[in-house]
């Protein structure tokens, strides 16, 4: 049976003020059309992890599988995808190519999670770089961080 997928699109964006500091993520979904925007945050992070919470926040909240049009500024978050770097980690032991843990796991398991769910196309797109959904997602991101920096 050919399971027909909806399409949709999902644009991530984190930020954080000090690596570790507080620290914010946004995200922006589309279905034909109809956006949901998502946000949230922690007091004490890191800029990696919000991204990565971004997408893993965009696609858990998905209620079925869906194909997912992934744009992320996060070079760290695609190339992991794009260049099998979660792969090659996965196979030494969640180390990486210099012998040391990989950072953030359990946000990565999390996603792994996900990709097996749905099926995902990966696409990184420079930040700050005019993109209209990145750049929501960034005001998303920066409005959380600001509210656990006691700014908002």
């Given at each position: 049976?050919?399971?027909?997928f909806k ?10 003020s000090g ?97 097996s769910r ?35």
């Amino acid at each position: 049976m050919n399971q027909e997928f909806k399409q949709v699109e999902l644009y991530s964006d984190g930020a954080c003020s000090g690596n570790p500091g507080p620290g914010g993520w946004g995200a922006i979904l589309r279905f034909k059309g109809i956006e949901k925007e998502l946000s949230g945050g922690e007091k004490a992070t890191t800029n990696n992890r919000m991204e990565l919470m971004g997408v893993i926040a965009g696609l858990e909240s998905l209620k079925e599988p869906c194909q997912v049009n992934i744009f992320t500024d996060s070079q760290y978050i695609a190339n992991a995808f794009l260049k099998n770097w979660l792969e090659s980690w996965q196979k030494n032991g969640w180390k990486t190519a210099a012998k040391k843990p990989v950072k953030n796991k359990e946000l990565w398991e999390r996603l792994l999670v996900q990709a097996s769910r749905h099926n995902l196309a990966w696409n990184w797109i420079r930040g700050h770089a005019g993109h209209p959904e990145n750049e929501r997602c960034d005001k998303l991101a920066v409005f959380e961080r600001d509210k656990f920096a006691g700014k908002a």
